[in-house]
């Protein structure tokens, strides 16, 4: 079992940067395959991105591809998501979560465990 620890979020303007940082505390940081979603008001809970337990793999939801870069510290048990190019369409609560099985990355259901979230605000 891991805990999951969202920080980095906060309020920036279109066209501007941020990096979110998700620590895991607990076992086995590195045999969980490891993902980025985030849920906006009103809307169901979506695919990001996500990486794979030797950082050997990614995945990328169409929307934030080429501008949102996933990557992991599995010495330091963190996982990062760097946000560039921001849109008002990417406001949500952001959230990382962990899973033990390779496959469906890009489902919610899939995650074994999830961080408590943390907010984005891209203004116009």
């Known amino acids: 079992q891991i805990q999951l620890v969202e920080s980095g979020g906060g309020l920036v303007q279109a066209g501007g940067s941020l990096m979110l940082s998700c620590a895991a505390s607990?076992?086995?940081?590195?045999?969980?395959?490891m993902g980025w979603f985030r849920q906006a008001p009103g809307k169901e809970r979506e695919f990001v991105a996500a990486?794979?337990?030797?950082?050997?793999?990614?995945w990328y939801a169409d929307s934030v591809l080429g501008r949102f870069t996933i990557s992991r510290d599995n010495d330091g048990d963190t996982v990062s998501l760097q946000m560039i190019s921001l849109k008002p369409e990417d406001t949500a609560v952001y959230y990382c979560?962990?899973?033990?099985?390779?496959?469906?990355?890009?489902?919610?259901?899939?995650?074994?465990?999830w961080g408590q979230g943390t907010q984005v605000t891209v203004s116009s």
């Open positions: 607990g076992r086995s940081f590195i045999s969980y395959t």
């Open positions: 990486i794979s337990w030797s950082a050997g793999t990614t």
């Open positions: 979560a962990a899973k033990r099985r390779v496959s469906g990355v890009t489902v919610p259901a899939e995650y074994d465990y």
